[in-house]
């Protein structure tokens, strides 16, 4: 009896040690352990506590939005004259420090959003409380992705996760976990890629969320027609000719649509409009310069020109000015020497 009794209590042991052992393993995996030590967790900002019990999660921002389903980029709706999104209560969406690639043109085409260092099961975590509006999976781009629509009037976009743990319809409350990292869709490494959006149209995220210092920029951030600007009261970390061209960008796009396109120094607003103003007179002169170039069949040799430069100011290639003008790549340029260029 003794023997029969010892062998039912290890058997009721052991089952509630595999049991203990596999709700442990469910909750790790809910929790999505990252497969690289989190460091410095006791500096990093993860999120905001502050809480807004007057917001309707069920039809989050449905006074500037009209609709609700449809594709990431393709939303309905108006912003205000002078809209205030609110970036009180946040979480940054992963506690990884490392951005791989910036808001902006890239391989010819425009990246809306920035890419984030993250590993294959990184804890993906919601920026804002708000309802999930859209959860796919896009092989040919964004692979496992999630949108999520915050009650700021911002919607975030989570990419190329290994799995969402969240689905379409779901509230989710800031710091949330809603995905695993990932490597999926058009996608050459483990990373998260993350968008904010205002009624579709692309906005850098690094103008709102400061990675490296895990932190948001401000209380605030607002957007006036035909131009944008930033209320900070806390410090931003971004790389500034990659801001100034988004604003450049997010500004010049703004005047056709309710929004726009769009890591080391803060910018007051008045430095901001100024070497925003700046780019744009620079960028029109260029453009004129390149107008002028392109009408004038010939061009007078400077000092220091090289064919290769000749060829870029004028939008064509060494070897087309080399038949043009009967020459070899190698030839020696002469001060005063007039060449076609077109």
Known sequence: MEILTI??????????MVTAGSFAQDLIARQAPSDKRMKDVHNVKLHNTATFSNVDLENPASDIYTDWTGAVAKCGGHVPANFKI???GFSMPT???KVTSNFGPRWGRMHKGIDVKVYIGDTIRSAFDGKVRICRYDANGYGYFLVIRHPNGLETVYGHMSKQIVKEGQIVRSGEPIGLGGNTGRSTGSHLHFETRLLGEAINPAFMFDFENQDVTGDTYSITTGAITKEATASATINTVNRIE????????????SAGETNSSDFTQEQATAAVAERRNNNSANANKKKTSQKSASYTIKSGDTLYAIARRHGTTVDKLCKLNGIKAT???RLGQKIKTS
């Not at 062998?7 to 509630?16: D, E, S, V």
């Open 331 to 333: 030839s020696t340029l």
């Open 95 to 97: 506690t990884s420090r």
């Open 246 to 257: 988004s604003e450049n960008g997010f500004a010049a796009n703004y005047s056709t649509s």
């Open 86 to 88: 609110d970036l009180r």
């Open 7 to 16: 062998k039912r209590i290890l058997g009721a042991a052991l089952l509630t």
